[in-house]
Each structure stands twice: as structure tokens, then as C-alpha cells.
T-cell receptor, first 111, second 114 residues
Framework: RKEVEQDPGPFNVPEGATVAFNCTYSNSASQSFFWYRQDCRKEPKLLMSVYSSGNEDGRFTAQLNRASQYISLLIRDSKLSDSATYLCVVNREGSQGNLIFGKGTKLSVKP | DGGITQSPKYLFRKEGQNVTLSCEQNLNHDAMYWYRQDPGQGLRLIYYSQIVNDFQKGDIAEGYSVSREKKESFPLTVTSAQKNPTAFYLC?????????????FGSGTRLTVV
């Protein structure tokens, strides 16, 4: 099983749609979870951290299920500017902060 | 403004030549990292350093070397032993022990070997 697995995508959705990304991770000892956004040919940028209680930032909602080792990201009322690749990221067990990145799911929002 | 500077943005080299990618940060972070990204792939860890004069191999260290003589600098050398060096290289820094919070990335160097 890969350390971090994501939906392969691409997801092509119309403006205003709600889209959900899923991610699973293999190491139950991981403690930190994130969603990063990466625009084409750019560096990844932190979108949001993910907490067990779930957290929301505007149109974005992240959920963590530790028992299932599952992370999700929900984007509501999607905008053209949301088009990017979304990376699921987990910290490496026992490390001082090394992160393991999923391959990413590409989102394309169309007018 | 604090941040990480990677240079150059684009780099072309002939096969068989060593090349060094620069990474400088003024965030006062102790930890620095080098990642490689291939098209359609996630980031893979090459080397990391938690403190000056110390560094560890990541998942794909073969064919690469690093040094950490100063806190601010973590250069990566892609040697001729690296079989497929063409990729997007990303440097990052963070405060150790924070579990991955506070990661900051540079804007990357796109290396093409011809």
C-alpha cells in the first residue's frame, strides 16, 4: 500500500459545483495532515491543515478519520480560480517534520 | 520579507555533467529539505537537514549530494550518477519538531538534461 494515495483525477467540474477529494494514508502513527494546492509549474502552497474534529475555511472543508486513515477535502461553490492540483500530505512517523506527499488530484473548473 | 530563494529558475545541462542547485532561506529555520517532482507525480524527498553540518538521506538520495555549512544555505548537487535528472526540484524549510507545520517552499528549479 502506498504511503499516501489520492483519487487520480482529473476532476472536470462546472463553476458552482461541489467537489470532494479523498485520500488514504498507510501509517497509523502519522500525526499531522494537510492539504496543499499546487498551480501548474509552481511550488505547493498550504491550503489548510486537517484536524480530527474537522475544519472549515470559507468554501473549503477538511475532514480526518483516524480509524479509517482517511482524509477528505470538500470544495463548495467552486470558482475558476480553484483550478489546480490538490496534494494530500501527511507527516512521516517518527520524523521531525518530514512530509509525505500524495501524487495529487487535478481539478479543472469550467465556466 | 522572509522566504526561500532557489536559483536558477531554469537550468540546462549536458548529460554527464554535475550541476549544483542553490537554496537560501532567511526564515531562521533549522530544517531544510530537497524534493524532486516528476510530471504527474508527488514530491519525493531527496535529502534533509535538521541542523548545520548534519544531513540525512531521503527516499531517493542516489546520485545526489548536499552540504549544510550555513544555516541559511542547503545546496543540492545533481551528479552524473543520477540516471534521470530531468525534473522539478523544490527546496523547503521548517522549524524542526513542529510535525510539518510551517513548511515553506521555494519557487523551484526546473532542470533539463540534454
Amino acid at each position: 500500500r502506498k504511503e499516501v494515495e489520492q483519487d487520480p483525477g482529473p476532476f472536470n467540474v462546472p463553476e458552482g459545483a461541489t467537489v470532494a477529494f479523498n485520500c488514504t494514508y498507510s501509517n497509523s502513527a502519522s500525526q499531522s495532515f494537510f492539504w496543499y494546492r499546487q498551480d501548474c509549474r509552481k511550488e505547493p502552497k498550504l491550503l489548510m491543515s486537517v484536524y480530527s474534529s474537522g475544519n472549515e475555511d470559507g468554501r473549503f472543508t477538511a475532514q480526518l478519520n483516524r480509524a479509517s486513515q482517511y482524509i477528505s477535502l470538500l470544495i463548495r461553490d467552486s470558482k475558476l480560480s480553484d483550478s489546480a492540483t490538490y496534494l494530500c500530505v501527511v507527516n512521516r512517523e517518527g520524523s521531525q517534520g518530514n512530509l509525505i506527499f500524495g501524487k495529487g488530484t487535478k481539478l479543472s473548473v469550467k465556466p | 520579507d522572509g522566504g526561500i530563494t532557489q536559483s536558477p529558475k531554469y537550468l540546462f545541462r549536458k548529460e554527464g555533467q554535475n550541476v549544483t542547485l542553490s537554496c537560501e532561506q532567511n526564515l531562521n529555520h533549522d530544517a531544510m529539505y530537497w524534493y524532486r517532482q516528476d510530471p504527474g507525480q508527488g514530491l519525493r524527498l531527496i535529502y534533509y537537514s535538521q541542523i548545520v553540518n548534519d544531513f540525512q538521506k531521503g527516499d531517493i538520495a542516489e546520485g545526489y549530494s548536499v552540504s549544510r555549512e550555513k544555516k541559511e544555505s542547503f545546496p543540492l548537487t545533481v551528479t552524473s550518477a543520477q540516471k534521470n535528472p530531468t525534473a522539478f526540484y523544490l527546496c523547503a524549510s521548517s522549524i524542526p519538531g513542529t510535525g510539518g507545520y510551517g513548511y515553506t517552499f521555494g519557487s523551484g528549479t526546473r532542470l533539463t538534461v540534454v
